[in-house]
């Protein structure tokens, strides 16, 4: 079976809030895959912890 054709039995077994054809329309054909770089994810933890650390310190000053 083809990868488009397993799509099809997949998409055609759910029961999606919005049809399938209006997800395209909008958004394209998402394909598996899209790994994030770590150095994203720990860029992103970093950013995280500083607002944290940010706002507490904020508040406990204030």
Not at 41 to 56: I, N, R
Request: net charge negative; hydrophobic share 50%; charged share 15%.
């Amino acid at each position: 079976m083809s990868q488009s054709g397993a799509n099809e039995v997949i998409s055609t077994g759910r029961s999606d809030l919005v049809d399938q054809a209006v997800i395209l329309q909008f958004v394209g054909k998402v394909e598996p895959g899209g790994e994030v770089k770590l150095a994203t994810v720990l860029g992103t933890v970093a950013f995280s912890l500083l607002v944290v650390f940010g706002t507490t310190a904020w508040w406990m000053l204030h």
